[in-house]
Structure formats: C-alpha cells, structure tokens
Nanobody
Framework: QVQLVESGGGLVQAGGSLRLSCALS????????MGWFRQAPGKERKIVAT????????YYADSVKGRFTISKDNTKNTVYLQMNSLKPEDTAVYYC????????????????WGQGTQGTVSS
C-alpha cells in the first residue's frame, strides 16, 4: 500500500523554525515529483514547494522563498520541509503529495497524499 506520512508539525513562536518530514512507503518513487502544500483555516490548499525525487530541481511559492527549503534523503525515503523565519500567516495544515508530473502536483491534483500535519505560529 502506497503511503505518505507527514510528521514534525507543532507550535512555534514567530521567527522560529520547524522541520516537517514526509516518509514514503509502498513503491519506488524515483520517477515522482514530491510536493508540500498547506491549507490555512477557511482557505484553499496551496502549493508551497516541489522537488524531483530523481534530481535536485526545486520550486517555491513566492510567499516562502528564502525562508523554506525542500530537500530529500533517498536512503531514508523521506522528503523534508525546513521552515525558518516563520510568521503567523504560515499557520496551516501541511500536506505532502506525490505524482509523476510536476504540473499535476503544482495544480493540486497529485494522485498520492499524506494525512497532513499541523503547524502553528504564534505572534
């Protein structure tokens, strides 16, 4: 069974950091694009960052450029989202997603999703 399991969310003060993890299992993801999304209360789910599992090409939403870093560890089958200089507006449920096409991931139509992890930034 294919699974993405997020972890690492929590409560942090503004200016602080969180590192989210997304553990992959159930298949080989070498041809996939991985994405992190977030959904704030009452708002649409939005793309945060993407990375190709087989390379290092990355994409970031303008709102997180320079503060967030997406990375992966092939040996651990895990994708990370390092979030620094956090702001209250970064408060959201963060989701990991995977699909074979970058455009599909960015459009929010990835075929595989995790259950989400809550990140809360207090002012």
């Amino acid at each position: 069974q294919v699974q993405l399991v997020e972890s690492g969310g929590g409560l942090v003060q503004a200016g602080g950091s969180l590192r989210l993890s997304c553990a992959l299992s159930g298949r080989t993801f070498s041809t996939y694009v991985m994405g992190w999304f977030r959904q704030a209360p009452g708002k649409e789910r939005k793309i945060v960052a993407t990375i190709y599992w087989s390379g290092d090409s990355t994409y970031y939403a303008d709102s997180v450029k320079g503060r967030f870093t997406i990375s992966k560890d092939n040996t651990k089958n895990t994708v990370y989202l390092q979030m620094n200089s956090l702001k209250p507006e970064d408060t959201a449920v963060y989701y990991c997603a995977a699909d074979r096409e970058w455009i599909t991931v960015v459009a929010g139509k990835a075929s595989i999703w995790g259950q989400g992890t809550q990140g809360t930034v207090s002012s």
